[in-house]
């Protein structure tokens, strides 16, 4: 009878002794056997955050924790501490410049007291940036399409952007609110030669400025939908429509022999562009595929279609090889006349075209630059 008690003893003392230290691994309750504190610091990490750091660790024990952060700030010894039992913790340091730092690290387990070794990480907080930043960014390009200007806003977060200009001194004013990385904001007329662009950058109440000077090219003339063009011979199936319908596989030509209605040289067209505007060059392409076609022509221009002025009192040539099938050839116009209706007159053959009797002539597609009224 004690012996059966003896073994009841033995077993009852066997199962609290392995009860207990289930629940010291545990790390819930009891004298730690285990060194739970210090695996928390090898399971540190810390990683660099715009004028941050930020610290996390793991603590697969449960166990409550005090994490401790010592650095040193523009000459300053700082110190933070953080107690928690979560699994996965972190503390962020903010307000930090863009220099290297250097973190001393402890972790203490607050029921047992026992505390680990000091550990130092070291990490370079990223830059913080400002408006200031983004307006060092911003670049302008002009094209025949208009001006762009890009920028790049690494701040994280929104700015509003301003661009102010004068047109025929008339102030313009061109705006946009963003929050992505890279950005444009496009001007699709502009008068060409020098201006000059202030850009405002605001955010949070601050704004900073900064002008950008840029030699702005000349802009095709943007309603070239509406124009309709007359001429003085053309076969029906190659109308002078075909000029500016915006397809240089298009053309227009004129009849083949005098007996199909040619006239001879010299031809002309004349297009009506339904609004006055200051010319700077006309951009011609001669069609794809052929060496046939005017050489030597002349620019005329006027504002009601009767009275023409010879513009920049120059002959031009027109050269016709393929090198220019699909880019075209562009002709200045000096001085920017304001004119509404553009009159090419073709004087005679290319001097490529063989035989040089021939009495016909085509053309495939008419671009006009210039300034728009604004």
């Given at each position: ?9 033995v077993?009852?003392?066997v ?22 504190h210090?695996?928390v ?8 955050r ?5 610290i ?6 449960k166990?409550?924790m005090?994490?401790t ?19 996965n ?30 550990k ?7 830059k ?6 983004v ?23 929104g ?13 313009k ?7 992505i ?5 496009s ?11 202030l ?39 190659s109308?002078?429509s ?9 053309i227009?030509h ?20 339904k ?20 050489g ?25 090889t ?5 880019v ?7 001085g ?16 490529t ?9 085509s053309?495939?597609e008419?671009?006009?630059y ?5």
């Amino acid at each position: 009878m004690k012996l059966h008690k003896v073994k009841i003893w033995v077993l009852f003392t066997v199962f609290t002794l392995m009860y207990a230290s289930c629940k010291v691994e545990e790390g819930t309750e009891g004298t730690p056997q285990s060194n739970y504190h210090k695996k928390v610091l090898e399971f540190v990490s810390i990683e660099g955050r715009a004028g941050a750091a930020n610290i996390s660790w793991y603590n697969p024990s449960k166990r409550e924790m005090e994490v401790t952060i010592k650095y040193t700030d523009n000459n300053t010894e700082a110190t933070l501490h953080k107690t928690s039992s979560e699994k996965n913790d972190e503390l962020l340091i903010e307000g930090l410049e863009n220099h290297e730092y250097v973190f001393e690290i402890i972790v203490n387990d607050t029921k047992s007291g026992l505390i680990t070794e000091k550990k130092q990480f070291s990490v370079l907080p990223l830059k913080v940036y400002s408006i200031e930043d983004v307006i060092e960014t911003v670049v302008a390009e002009s094209n025949s399409d208009g001006i762009k200007f890009s920028w790049q806003n690494q701040t994280g977060s929104g700015i509003d952007l301003k661009i102010t200009y004068l047109v025929y001194g008339q102030e313009k004013v061109l705006s946009k609110s963003s929050d992505i990385l890279n950005d444009n904001i496009s001007i699709s007329r502009a008068p060409s030669g020098p201006m000059d662009f202030l850009v405002e950058i605001s955010k949070d109440g601050q704004k900073i400025q900064r002008t950008i000077s840029l030699v702005v090219e000349d802009m095709v003339i943007s309603n070239k939908s509406e124009w309709t063009v007359t001429t003085n011979s053309y076969r029906p199936e190659s109308p002078p429509s075909n000029l500016v319908d915006g397809n240089i596989s298009t053309i227009w030509h004129t009849p083949t022999t005098a007996a199909a209605g040619a006239p001879g040289f010299p031809y002309w067209f004349i297009i009506d562009m339904k609004k006055e505007v200051n010319i700077t060059k006309v951009h011609l392409f001669k069609r794809v595929g052929t060496h046939n076609g005017f050489g030597d022509f002349e620019v005329w221009g006027s504002t009601n279609g009767t009275d023409f002025t010879q513009l920049s009192g120059d002959t031009f040539h027109l050269i016709q090889t393929a090198e220019y099938d699909n880019v075209g050839q562009k002709f200045n116009i000096s001085g920017k006349p304001r004119v509404k209706y553009l009159k090419i007159v073709a004087l005679k053959l290319t001097p490529t075209w063989t035989p040089q009797t021939a009495g016909y002539t085509s053309l495939a597609e008419v671009n006009v630059y210039g300034d728009e009224d604004f």
